[in-house]
């Protein structure tokens, strides 16, 4: 069964603490792996685009990287505003359409 | 560039009512996705659409739920009859299908939905 699962649920660093966030996954054939940000009351907004194993992107304290089994969000010197719900979505090759989304981390940033 | 709009943002209703939820995505997008999210748990896709068809709606309860996309742009989601545990956020998505687009989505504030 396709499935992806993130860690740690919920992660409280102190401003300047670097640290990552984890998706794992095991699937019959990815296709491309998402990462979004999410803040209460709002939709989840886009992040990262993986496509292949040993694939890095970076978006200001933001890296995500990208293996055969896992990705990881490096948050480096985050800061308060970095707080918010972290969410990976993996895009299969299966014959129907499949796009799942794990069920996040929690991350809070404290000054 | 204006979002995904979605319409209402919170609705509050009695089990066994009727409701709906209404989606403009952004322009140019011709994949229209809705999701519904429970609290503390990932996005789950409900249906989606390329232009007006619905090309995967798999994981629509098809009892209670149905949807439209007329002319290929605004959608309708609509619950009938509502039950307790239809209670969620239900979001809408939009992307622009090419070749070399692997679903990059942008997402609508959400409903959130309360059944009493």
């Known amino acids: 069964e396709d499935q992806v699962t993130q860690s740690p649920e919920a992660l409280r660093l102190q401003e300047g603490e670097s640290s990552s966030l984890n998706c794992s996954y095991t699937v019959s054939g990815l296709r491309g792996l998402f990462w979004y940000r999410q803040d209460p009351g709002k939709g989840p907004e886009f992040l990262f685009t993986l496509y292949s194993a040993g694939e890095e992107k970076e978006k200001e304290r933001l890296k995500a990287t990208l293996t055969k089994k896992e990705s990881f969000l490096h948050i480096t010197a985050p800061k308060p505003e970095d707080s918010a719900t972290y969410l990976c979505?993996?895009?299969?090759?299966?014959?129907?359409?499949?796009?799942?989304f794990g069920t996040g981390t929690r991350l809070k940033v404290l000054a | 560039e204006a979002g995904v709009v979605q319409s209402p943002r919170y609705k509050i209703i009695e089990k066994k009512q009727p409701v709906a939820f209404w989606c403009n995505p952004i322009s140019g997008h011709n994949t229209l996705y809705w999701y519904r999210q429970n609290l503390g748990q990932g996005p789950e896709l409900l249906i989606r659409y390329e232009n007006e068809e619905a090309v995967d709606d798999s994981q629509l309860p098809k009892d209670r739920f149905s949807a439209e996309r007329l002319k290929g742009v605004d959608s309708t989601l609509k619950i009938q009859p509502a039950e307790l545990g239809d209670s969620a956020v239900y979001l809408c998505a939009s992307s622009v299908l090419t070749s070399g687009s692997y679903n990059e989505q942008f997402f609508g504030p959400g409903t959130r939905l309360t059944v009493l």
């Open positions: 979505a993996v895009h299969l090759t299966s014959g129907t359409y499949k796009y799942i």
